[in-house]
């Protein structure tokens, strides 16, 4: 028969002198308690039994202090010939089922009984220690087991930068007494121009690493100092789970790895840090940082050294909010809004004063209407849910976006960025001369990301130009000219010999102009099939890949280390060597911006750039020379309407008199890429 777990009144004499039997089996671990103690706390609804073929096989006694909102556990029996059935489990989780008003459960057991690993079992931390009544002066350890309560003070949202877990190896060099040799590494995240930038967390597990902490004095002390840094309280059953994953991740990739305490209480590390929803933990464990790989194919946290925190805390941060690879493991569908669905979306997205609730619904349903014809479009994620809508339409030679808004999710940052280029590239395709947004109540990830692409505030709400010219910078101007008059906005006197930071900023902002006769260099790269599939889907792959979001945005592509005069910013030219097995290939295929070139070791450059990309580490390591390797991060490709094979691509070095080489990544004059731009966008 099934256990059972049962709420006891003091009337019921059979079942309280059941408990009280049993109890009095332990009471050396238990300590003396009086039958009249155990029915004052069943009257008071403290008592529950563990009842299996009619007898009682274990019970808790606990106490609901009225002038406090914890419970606190008195007793925690089982019956030896009963224990390893889960019974323990099911009386704590009886204890929460009947008590969701309170906040948590606390609970004290001597040190000496060494019961940690049942306490850690049932997702009990330690949060403290006392001394005994006892004339021993035994220490007694306190145990808390949350009951899943927000928190108003560690859940908060923090105003800094990145926030960075620690485990014990890094908040020793921090916080002990007595910091070990080669803590400065570690001390330079206290740095005060990193004030600003990191906040320090800790998980659950760092309770229990105090713990064994073997000097009273010294225990004390960390255990005070932990006020300093912020406390994740991450769901204990999301932990459980992914600690099996991480646990069996970690001895498939590393065989006979020993499944011992010390493997687990390391990946719980990563664990706790995954389910808090960071992304980001920092030791100088060698063991923990030897599953880094694990750690981020499991649960997408970078385990790294505060040396790494420290010198890239920009990188870290920006691969914690903006993640286009992950856009392309997601699948996103994209599809119009259907008609008298509009009230079923209120929910998903951010409205307020006159635009709220039934007056947005409302607002959507008018777009049916009038003389411009209006696409509403809506964005589910791989579950169903809504993540984006925006309404488009051309007014003229304008694309206008009346309706955008992004939902709170893990990659709305990213989806935003996406989004706008998006909307770029369909005033391209329209023949727009402007994009002009005048949703008021963009996201704040949205705004931000308008910004960055060149978006001004215009009649209370934000304009871009798109200038689809590739030629010098006269030809660039004077069609930016009209579109800025129009828009109110003052003229940009653009000159020949633009410095290429200069060209490149106009190039973002006006995409997708090219100023030809910029000091801005053109490089063309040739690149594997493999990998164009990979990263740009051409040649198409064999299984179709959705293209809902179109390219992701920004990625990363990686060669040798050697120097091809490359320099940043850049244009890149893509052209896809001849494959093996007859894959198709020899062609340029189309055209990036290169906005960083970085050499170093293959483990470094892929904990930084690895949030942009399709390449594991296996395949970085590949490409390196003499234990280094160079990434090209480049952002805003244009896949061309029509490749431009090679023999069409000699064709036109020799009609300028221009030479180039597919070796390797080589140096072009802008005048071939304005050619072979151009070639790739004929429309006859």
């Not at 009471?27 to 403290?46: F, H």
């Not at 798109?466 to 653009?494: I, M, P, T, Y």
């Not at 930084?608 to 990434?631: D, I, N, P």
Request: proline content about 4%.
């Amino acid at each position: 028969m099934a256990i059972k777990v049962l709420s006891v009144s003091d009337s019921q004499d059979e079942l309280v002198d059941a408990a009280v039997a049993l109890g009095d089996r332990y009471t050396k671990t238990l300590g003396l308690m009086t039958p009249s103690a155990y029915r004052k706390m069943a009257a008071d609804g403290g008592l529950l039994v563990a009842v299996e073929n009619g007898a009682v096989i274990g019970y808790t006694l606990f106490g609901l202090p009225k002038r406090s909102t914890h419970v606190r556990l008195a007793h925690l029996c089982v019956a030896e010939e009963h224990r390893r059935k889960g019974v323990a489990s099911l009386l704590v989780q009886a204890i929460k089922d009947r008590n969701p008003q309170r906040v948590g459960i606390k609970a004290k057991c001597r040190r000496d009984y060494k019961l940690s690993g049942m306490w850690r079992s049932l997702g009990f931390v330690p949060r403290g220690e006392t001394l005994g009544r006892g004339r021993d002066g035994e220490t007694l350890d306190g145990w808390w087991l949350g009951l899943g309560h927000p928190d108003l003070f560690t859940d908060a949202e923090s105003d800094a930068l990145l926030v960075v877990a620690v485990d014990h190896s890094v908040f020793v060099d921090l916080r002990g007494h007595t910091p070990p040799d080669g803590a400065e590494e570690s001390q330079t995240l206290d740095a005060s121009w990193l004030s600003d930038l990191i906040e320090l967390a800790y998980t659950p597990q760092m309770f229990h690493d105090l713990r064994d902490v073997d000097d009273a004095a010294e225990r004390k002390h960390q255990r005070a100092a932990l006020s300093g840094l912020r406390e994740l309280t991450p769901e204990v059953e999301a932990v459980a789970a992914r600690c099996g994953e991480l646990l069996q991740a970690a001895q498939q990739s590393q065989p006979g790895v020993p499944d011992d305490g010390s493997l687990r209480r390391r990946l719980r590390y990563v664990a706790e840090t995954s389910c808090a929803g960071l992304q980001v933990i920092a030791t100088r464990d060698p063991s923990l940082l030897q599953l880094a790989d694990v750690a981020w194919e499991i649960a997408r946290v970078h385990v790294v050294s505060p040396a790494v925190v420290t010198l890239h805390v920009d990188e870290l941060r920006q691969a914690q909010v903006y993640r286009p690879a992950d856009l392309m493991g997601t699948d996103f569908r994209s599809g119009e809004v259907a008609p008298d669905a509009e009230d079923s979306l209120v929910a998903f997205f951010d409205q307020s004063g006159s635009d709220s609730g039934v007056a947005f619904a409302e607002r959507l349903r008018s777009f049916g209407h009038g003389s411009v014809v209006w696409r509403r479009e809506l964005l589910r994620d791989g579950g169903g849910h809504p993540v984006a809508l925006y309404v488009w339409g051309m007014d003229g030679r304008a694309l206008k976006v009346p309706v955008l808004r992004t939902a709170a999710h893990g990659l709305e940052e990213t989806l935003a960025r996406q989004l706008l280029f998006q909307l770029k590239g369909l005033g391209r395709d329209c023949g727009a001369e402007t994009v002009h947004i005048t949703d008021a109540h963009l996201s704040p990830a949205a705004k931000a990301a308008a910004g960055d692409d060149g978006f001004f505030p215009y009649e209370a709400g934000l304009a871009a130009l798109v200038v689809d010219v590739c030629g010098s910078a006269e030809e660039v101007q004077a069609a930016a000219s009209s579109s800025s008059r129009e828009l109110g906005r003052q003229q940009v006197e653009l000159a020949p010999g633009l410095p290429a930071e200069v060209a490149s900023s106009v190039e973002r902002a006006w995409w997708p102009a090219k100023v030809i006769d910029s000091e801005m260099p053109s490089f063309l790269v040739p690149i594997e099939p493999r990998w164009s599939t990979e990263l740009f889907n051409v040649p198409a792959m064999l299984l179709p890949r959705s293209e809902v979001l179109g390219i992701s945005r920004e990625h990363v592509y990686y060669r040798s280390s050697g120097r091809r005069g490359e320099s940043v910013p850049g244009r890149l030219l893509w052209y896809v060597s001849k494959g093996a097995n007859g894959q198709e290939g020899q062609m340029v295929i189309g055209s990036s911006r290169l906005d960083e070139a970085v050499i170093d070791t293959p483990e470094a450059l892929f904990s930084r750039f690895e949030h942009l990309g399709v390449y594991g580490l296996e395949q970085v390591q590949v490409v390196a020379t003499s234990g280094h390797a160079m990434a090209l991060r480049f952002s805003d490709t244009e896949i061309f309407p029509r490749s431009v094979s090679l023999k069409r691509l000699d064709s036109l070095a020799k009609r300028l008199g221009l030479t180039y080489s597919l070796m390797s990544l080589s140096k072009i004059s802008n005048e071939l890429f304005q050619a072979v731009y151009q070639e790739g966008h004929r429309r006859t």
